[in-house]
């Protein structure tokens, strides 16, 4: 018998405002490969490997929490258990005060890859993205309005192989609003995009939020990206030895937290972002001088030629 589909929470007509999503101490652990000279049915060969443990915190409704941290730490992890795409192994998620409960409708994702299909037009894919049971005039304007709002009208009878990265992943963001969202889940959505395009894709960002304030939680490895869209910045990493966090010993869980001062946009080259750029940047391995962790510096630059 196939497993059963996981329950999916169906948003009504008029829910089109923004929630808050609380992590109760949420861990995810995984199971490890079994040891090559393991036993049968030893220990040794089951044990599990932590990925995530003991995550708290509260996103307020309207609020754009970046979550950042290291390759491999688990922050798309933490970005499909609060979409109900995975389940936690410990702790509880809630959205808007009611436990989540598998798939939920109120959650929209935005991937890093635009992932439209090949074979329909732009608006066509976008209104992939619209509810269920939407009567088909309401939901031709909604397509419409988000077209004109992400700068695709002209656009919109085109089929993806024909418009640029930026316009796909413009058509992307589109889709994940086509449902009035009350939480957004964007993965890395800019990453596969060049310095510029991205730089446009984050200022369109902030116009989206500003005319739907949903809430959105945002995964990046970019540290200037996440000053310039957010609120507020979690950094997730081991808080004891980062050997420990490489050999999979312990889960990541927060070790910064810090709010962004300032109103949306921000100047990007504000000292007081600069500061707060180079304590990320500490978090991450990186100090303020261009030198990781194990890895010398260049302290001199040769003259040319080489």
């Known amino acids: 018998m196939a497993p059963a589909a996981p329950p999916v929470h169906r948003a009504g007509p008029a829910d089109n405002t923004s929630f808050a999503v609380e992590f109760a101490d949420i861990g995810r652990s995984f ?3 079994p040891q090559h000279n393991s ?12 990925v995530l443990r003991d995550v708290s915190l509260t996103v307020q409704p309207g609020e754009v929490l970046a979550i950042l941290g290291t390759s491999g730490c688990g922050k798309s992890t933490l970005l499909r258990i609060a979409g109900g795409l995975d389940e936690p192994s410990t702790g509880s998620i809630r959205i808007d005060g009611s436990p989540l409960n598998g798939i939920d409708a109120r959650c929209a994702v935005g991937f890093q890859e635009p992932r439209l299909l090949p074979w329909r037009t732009i608006a066509a894919n976008v209104a992939l993205g619209l509810p269920h049971r939407i009567g088909r005039a309401a939901g031709n304007a909604r397509v419409a309005a988000l077209l004109e709002l992400v700068g695709l009208t002209s656009f919109a009878d085109h089929r993806p192989r024909a418009v640029s990265g930026g316009m796909a992943q413009r058509a992307s963001l589109a889709r994940a609003l086509a449902r009035n ?3 957004l889940l964007l993965d890395e959505p800019f990453g596969a995009l060049d310095a510029l395009t991205r730089l446009k894709m984050q200022d369109l960002l902030l116009d989206v939020h500003a005319a739907a304030p949903t809430t959105i939680l945002l995964v990046t490895h970019d540290v200037d990206e996440a000053l310039q869209l957010a609120d507020r910045i979690i950094l997730l990493g081991a808080d004891d030895d980062a050997d420990d966090m490489a050999g999979g010993r312990t889960g990541a869980t ?21 500061e707060l750029r180079g304590r990320l940047l500490a978090g991450l391995g990186i100090d303020r001088h261009g030198q990781a962790r194990g890895v010398a510096a260049t302290t001199t630059i040769p003259h040319f030629p080489y």
């Open 39 to 50: 036993q049968p049915g030893s220990q040794r060969g089951a044990a599990a490997r932590p």
């Open 181 to 183: 969202p009350g939480v």
């Open 31 to 33: 199971a490890a490969k």
């Open 254 to 274: 927060i070790v910064q937290e810090l709010t962004v001062p300032g109103g949306r946009p921000r100047d990007r080259g504000s000292a007081e972002l600069a």
